[in-house]
């Protein structure tokens, strides 16, 4: 199994405030992706990386960044966290097998 | 803009009979096509994947597609209770650099 892990696993946090949630692999995967699930719109690619310092925009990509600057980490940033951020992100990881795998998810909740 | 489309559901099978699950997809350069099962509250699990036309099989799960008509199934036979979850159709239309888009799910319900 790929070993992709999340963190933190719950936030919550306040409008305004920046936000930064962590994505680590263990197994030197080239790709990573950030996506967001809500009710209604299920998962939706927000920034994917296919390379250290290599990102690029998904769909839904406006109030995120993103940086990579080790091949294990691929984080997600939210600059001035809003109400609608409220959402769970999962990070996934494409590997020699076809399809990706997802980390555990982070809850993030913006008040 | 690629779409996947799903029926949300939720879709009702009694155990032990074939659950199919549906999806279409908008974007004709879509070349492979995956099927997750998540179950509330978890992440995606990859069950099965198809690139070419026809069926394919693997254990209780087949998975369908017919590129002409832009359409994928999942067929799920003697459906079992711990079935029940979300099913999401995703397709690529590359290596999988650029992302896969995903449908919004279909709810299955086994009731025993």
């Known amino acids: 199994d790929a070993g992709i892990t999340q963190s933190p696993r719950h936030k919550v946090t306040e409008t305004g405030t920046p936000v930064t949630l962590r994505c680590h692999q263990t197994e030197n995967h080239r790709y990573m992706y950030w996506y967001r699930q809500d009710p209604g719109h299920g998962l939706r690619l927000i920034h994917y990386?296919?390379?250290?310092?290599?990102?690029d925009k998904g769909e839904v990509s406006d109030g995120y960044s993103v940086s990579r600057s080790k091949t294990e980490d691929f984080l997600l940033t939210l600059e001035s966290a809003t109400s609608s951020q409220t959402s769970v992100y999962f990070c996934?990881?494409?590997?020699?097998?076809?399809?990706?795998?997802f980390g555990s998810g982070t809850r993030l909740t913006v008040v | 803009q690629k779409e996947v489309e799903q029926n949300s559901g939720p879709l009702s099978v009694p155990e032990g009979a074939i659950a199919s699950l549906n999806c279409t997809y908008s974007d004709r350069g879509s070349q492979s096509f995956f099927w997750y099962r998540q179950y509330s509250g978890k992440s995606p699990e990859l069950i099965m994947f198809i690139y070419s036309n026809g069926d394919k099989e693997d254990g209780r799960f087949t998975a369908q597609l017919n590129k002409a008509s832009q359409y994928v199934s999942l067929l799920i036979r003697d459906s079992q209770p711990s079935d029940s979850a979300t099913y999401l159709c995703?397709?690529?239309?590359?290596?999988?650099?650029?992302?896969?888009?995903f449908g919004k799910g279909t709810h299955l319900i086994i009731q025993p």
């Open positions: 990386s296919y390379g250290v310092k290599d990102t």
């Open positions: 996934a990881i494409s590997e020699d097998s076809p399809g990706y795998t």
């Open positions: 995703a397709a690529s239309s590359g290596g999988g650099a650029d992302g896969l888009t």
